[in-house]
């Protein structure tokens, strides 16, 4: 079983940044680990995903400004947050998946684990 701890998030101005992390209890080194976020009334939506090794994908609505890494010898994943807009404010989740060769990684309902979320609010 794993357990999975989202950390990071807060409030922060349009064009900032900020750095979430994501701490699994158990061995997640094969593993497909993903950040989704759900906004003010809206669905869960993939940000991006790292898969075991180390191939990354992304929203087109994050490129470029996001990235996504991991360290296993932590058992823990981060996403860094770059030139942070106000539509990107939202609760932003951790999640994985055990099936590290599933050949998407942007469907939530694949994903088997997942934190409890933490805010991000993106405002002057």
């Known amino acids: 079983q794993v357990q999975l701890v989202d950390s990071g998030g807060g409030l922060v101005q349009p064009g900032g940044s900020l750095r979430l992390s994501c701490a699994a209890s158990g061995r997640t080194v094969s593993y497909t680990m993903a950040w989704f976020r759900q906004g003010p009334g809206q669905e869960r939506e993939f940000v991006g995903a790292?898969?075991?090794?180390?191939?990354?994908e992304y929203a087109n609505s994050v490129k470029g400004r996001f990235t996504i890494s991991r360290d296993d010898a932590k058992n823990t994943v981060y996403l860094q947050m770059n030139s942070l807009k106000p539509e990107d404010t939202g609760a932003y989740y951790c999640a994985a998946d055990r099936d590290r060769f599933r050949a998407t990684m942007r469907r939530a309902e694949e994903y088997e684990y997942w934190g409890q979320g933490t805010q991000v609010t993106v405002s002057l």
């Open positions: 790292i898969r075991w090794s180390d191939t990354t």
